[in-house]
């Protein structure tokens, strides 16, 4: 197998892999703006490239690749900034849907002027638009990932920064794609970008979380449903000491000292910080998280739940509504509430209303307030 077959055998695989990995996550978060990264993915799967086509014994017609060619690149660039603008804002805005229009509306008339072949069959004015379009798309999606969807450190980091690799390398494309002795340099680093951002893609989204220990599937003495209270000590008055449970999942801003010493050793704590991230105790296990890294925390919460993890405890709410606003941050209690309360499990929120303003509180009030 020559370098070539390697290349485009390498390109197959890791956009099916990416494709695979983002839509699996769309499926399992039902998130709109997963929807259209996975569609992006998609086409980005089946791209019309030479490069793949041809060892694969695959030819068009020189007119119609000179057209077909850009077609991908410009619905790949809208998705791709579509979907990241969902991962940021959670929802796409009135002038975000006019950028995407105008967007669109310029990619037809470069279609046209390629067709009508207005740039005389140079390659580099060509594909200019389309590739700068896909390339800015490939860099602003990675930095999305990593302002607010992925962790900086650990495997997990590759996607982005493949993602962000590429899209600096595909700067260059409509330059280079004509310098014979970088080809092949080119395609291979490529390659090797789009399979870092496989491998970190897949380590995302597959990452698992050890089930709580033998009881954890048991509800406990807490009944399910959603739960407000202004301070922990009445919480304890309540349902007592929570802390023993082995099922309990807390995202937290305590202390660590006291967080070790209070809670059950199968206890799983996010605890919600910019000064760390990733593992730092084991039993029980917490795992350090950015604030702004809501699409992670949402993630890991999903996946213990799937667990067995049933009793969630958050006292982090003003942190997190200082961090993300409150209508982002209420997005996400309200998502990990319908989360919970599908698996029969308890939502117990603390927060001081003082914090709030009148509105603010009764939105809180109206959703997690004790049946």
């Keep these: ?49 030479s490069y793949i086509f041809t ?54 008339v470069w279609l046209f002027l390629v067709a009508a072949n207005l740039f005389h069959d140079d390659f580099a004015v060509e594909s200019s638009f389309p590739i700068f379009s896909y390339s800015f798309a490939l860099v602003y999606f990675g930095w999305i990932l990593m302002e607010g969807e992925i962790s900086t450190s650990g495997v997990d980091s590759l996607f982005p920064w493949g993602l962000i690799l590429l899209g600096l ?13 970088f080809v092949p340099i ?35 003495p807490i009944p399910p449903g959603t739960f407000l209270y202004p301070s922990r000590g009445a919480v304890v008055k309540e349902f007592g000491n929570i802390e023993e449970l082995p099922n309990l999942l807390a995202i937290t801003r305590g202390d660590l000292g006291d967080i070790r010493n209070r809670l059950n050793p199968n206890a799983l704590v996010f605890w919600i910080t910019r000064v760390a991230e990733g593992e730092i105790h084991d039993s029980p296990r917490i795992y350090a998280i950015s604030p702004t890294k809501i699409g992670i925390l949402t993630d890991l ?27 982002r941050t209420m997005k996400f209690l309200l998502n990990v509430k319908d989360r919970v309360l599908v698996a029969n499990g308890t939502v117990i929120l603390v927060t001081d209303p003082s914090t709030l303003d009148p509105a603010q509180r009764k939105i809180l009030e109206r959703e997690f307030r004790g049946e």
């Design 169 to 181: 390398l595909n700067f260059t494309y409509p330059v280079t794609r004509n310098v014979d002795w």
């Design 186 to 220: 080119g395609f291979s680093l490529g390659a090797l970008f789009r399979l870092i951002a496989a491998v970190g893609a897949l380590k995302f989204v597959f990452i698992l979380i050890s089930p709580a220990g033998p009881n954890a599937m048991l509800p406990g």
């Design 1 to 49: 197998m020559n370098l070539g077959t390697v290349v485009s055998v390498t390109n197959f695989l890791s956009r099916w892999a990416l494709f695979i990995a983002v839509a699996y996550k769309a499926y399992k978060t039902r998130d709109k703006g997963g929807v259209l990264l996975s569609t992006a993915f998609f086409i980005n799967a089946l791209d019309v490239e």
């Design 301 to 327: 919460i999903t996946k213990a739940v799937e667990s067995g993890y049933r009793v969630l405890y958050i006292d982090a709410v003003e942190y997190l509504i200082i961090e993300n606003g409150f209508e």
């Design 55 to 108: 060892p694969l014994g695959i030819n068009m017609a020189p007119a119609a690749y000179r057209v077909a060619s850009q077609i991908p690149n410009f619905f790949i660039a809208a998705l791709l900034i579509w979907g990241a603008l969902h991962l940021k804002y959670t929802t796409s805005k009135l002038k975000h849907v006019v950028y995407i229009s105008v967007f669109l509306a310029a990619s037809y």
